[in-house]
């Protein structure tokens, strides 16, 4: 069983910047893909960003070139970096975990990541 929690979020001007955080309970982080999502009312929760147990990484069209993730596996914690925050970036953003190995592309789905946390809130202003 894995536990995350989330931090960072807040309000910030467009071409901003802000770090989430989401840390994690349990010894195996290590062992765990680790996924950023996000979600706005009435929308699916979409993908933003994934990094391997290598630290190994890949990100949405959207968001590439403007957001970062990266792991310490020594704090159990995964970060994601933004910044060029757009007005579009708006949403609930939800860390995830899976100890499973899949394609690159089934990794971009919800159904891939068996533990989530609560999410913190993301708001840029224009």
């Known amino acids: 069983q894995v536990q995350l929690v989330e931090s960072g979020g807040g309000l910030v001007q467009a071409g901003g910047s802000l770090r989430l955080s989401c840390a994690a309970s349990?010894?195996?982080?290590?062992?765990?893909?680790m996924g950023w999502f996000r979600q706005v009312p009435g929308k699916e929760r979409e993908f933003v960003a994934l990094?391997?147990?290598?630290?190994?990484?890949y990100y949405a069209d959207s968001v590439k070139g403007r957001f970062i993730i990266s792991r310490d596996n020594a704090a159990n914690t995964v970060y994601l970096q933004m910044n060029s925050l757009k007005p579009e970036d708006t949403a609930l953003y939800y860390c995830?975990?899976?100890?499973?190995?899949?394609?690159?592309?089934?990794?971009?789905?919800?159904?891939?990541?068996?533990?989530w946390g609560q999410g913190t809130q993301v708001t840029v202003s224009s």
């Open positions: 995830a975990a899976t100890p499973r190995s899949s394609t690159i592309p089934y990794s971009t789905s919800t159904r891939a990541y068996e533990y």
């Open positions: 349990g010894r195996t982080f290590s062992s765990h893909r």
């Open positions: 990094i391997n147990r290598d630290s190994g990484t």
